[in-house]
Nanobody, 128 residues
Framework: QVQLVESGGGLVQAGGSLRLSCAASGGTFSRYSMGWFRQAPRKEREFVASIRWNGDNIGYADSVKGRFTISRDNAKNTVYLQMNSLKREDTAVYYC?????????????????????WGQGTQVTVSS
């Protein structure tokens, strides 16, 4: 069983930056692909970014390409999401997820069903 704990959320002005972290425990972190998803009020959870266990494959939602960067440090069992040029529409609860069956060739990395474990989420609020 893998436990995931997100941190780094908060209130930021539009145009600002935040870096989210997700610390994993209870499993072999380097076996899992990691993803970030977000959920705004009254909306479905949506894909943000994903990174393969070795960092060789990375995927982003179109809405965050060029602004967000996902990375991981397997020695620290941590995945990061650097968010720059934040917009009001980025306001949401951000969740990290771990999956052992995530694939990048078929694109299932963008779907919640590809991930087995989820964190509790961290709130990101972008003000104008």
């Amino acid at each position: 069983q893998v436990q995931l704990v997100e941190s780094g959320g908060g209130l930021v002005q539009a145009g600002g930056s935040l870096r989210l972290s997700c610390a994993a425990s209870g499993g072999t972190f380097s076996r899992y692909s990691m993803g970030w998803f977000r959920q705004a009020p009254r909306k479905e959870r949506e894909f943000v970014a994903s990174i393969r266990w070795n960092g060789d494959n990375i995927g982003y939602a179109d809405s965050v390409k060029g602004r967000f960067t996902i990375s991981r440090d397997n020695a620290k069992n941590t995945v990061y999401l650097q968010m720059n040029s934040l917009k009001r529409e980025d306001t949401a609860v951000y969740y990290c997820a771990a999956g052992s069956r995530v694939t990048y060739a078929t694109g299932n990395y963008a779907y919640t069903r590809a991930y087995d474990y989820w964190g509790q989420g961290t709130q990101v609020t972008v003000s104008s």
